[in-house]
């Protein structure tokens, strides 16, 4: 009796982080939020209070529904799926620790799926439209065969160091859902495959294509729908430097549309201008 009587306390003076989450069972279904209470844990992130709802998963009004759904694999920030709007800010949900989240008292923190992508269901979303914008860029290095080629040919430091800075996106999808350019039904490819465009062509190897990447981002929905609005670098979980990878290419595409305005041109007039 005394013991029971001792902990009485405890359990109710526990600090708990109430958690305001987004349910929707697919893309065209209706959407609405369902709030679960966790007991705070310090050093916790949103994942792992994720899971604790996973196990238990029981709204503050008692009732008993379907497990949240969300996307996540490596938690350590590397693989890039864990991203999502949290208190209306795109960011990585590992992580995003509850420490920084929060303020004093008891918190909600509102969870959301990304808006520019189509909802799978819960806090996943389909981000097909980032792959499709990496195949548009051919952001690959093409090789012949897979037999051992030898080593590579030599980079400087300059150009290694930028790009490996730039080689660390993970396709998360935050610079598309910052960017006001970017719609759920338009065809804008976003920062990151441009920056990809970019490290591809400063490869010694992938400049052979680099024409190809250059003209993929120009045409409907490429680098010209950029408004430099400069959300992309601010929230880019890798700090990649988006902004400059897009002044480069923009750049590129700039040179390249000259050269075919003026060099295509002049070896037209040279063909049907006959010897001499």
């Not at 060099?263 to 006959?274: A, L, N, R, V, Y």
Request: glycine share 10%; charged share 20%; aromatic share 6%.
């Amino acid at each position: 009796m005394d013991t029971a009587t001792a902990q009485a306390p405890v359990s109710t003076t526990t600090k708990h982080v109430t958690f305001r989450i987004w349910r929707q069972n697919g893309p065209d279904g209706a959407g609405h939020f369902d709030e679960f209470r966790v007991p705070y844990s310090k050093g916790a992130n949103v994942v792992s209070c994720l899971m604790e709802i996973q196990r238990n998963p029981v709204t503050t009004d008692g009732r008993k529904v379907s497990p949240v759904i969300w996307d996540a694999a490596c938690l350590e920030e590397v693989c890039g799926s864990c991203a999502m709007n949290i208190n209306g800010r795109v960011r990585m949900a590992c992580s995003a620790l509850i420490d920084r989240i929060i303020g004093d008292g008891e918190p909600i923190i509102t969870l959301e799926p990304m808006k520019k992508f189509p909802v799978t269901r819960d806090l996943a979303v389909n981000r097909d439209r980032m792959f499709d914008a990496l195949k548009r860029v051919k952001a690959w290095i093409n090789i012949d065969g897979t037999h051992n080629l030898g080593p590579g040919p030599r980079q400087s430091q300059g150009d290694h160091s930028v790009m490996y800075k730039l080689s660390t996106c993970i396709t998360c999808g935050s610079c598309l859902e910052a960017c006001p350019q970017v719609t759920i039904d338009n065809g804008f490819i976003g920062a990151a495959a441009i920056s990809q465009a970019r490290l591809f062509n400063m490869n010694p190897t992938g400049k052979m294509n680099a024409e190809e990447r250059v003209r993929g981002l120009m045409g409907p929905g490429g680098i010209q729908d950029c408004g430099k609005a400069q959300n992309c670098v601010k929230v880019c979980p890798k700090e990649i430097p988006l902004t400059t990878s897009i002044a480069v290419m923009n750049r590129e595409v700039t040179k390249q549309i000259v050269k075919d305005i003026f060099f295509d041109q002049g070896e037209e007039k040279k063909s049907t201008s006959g010897p001499g």
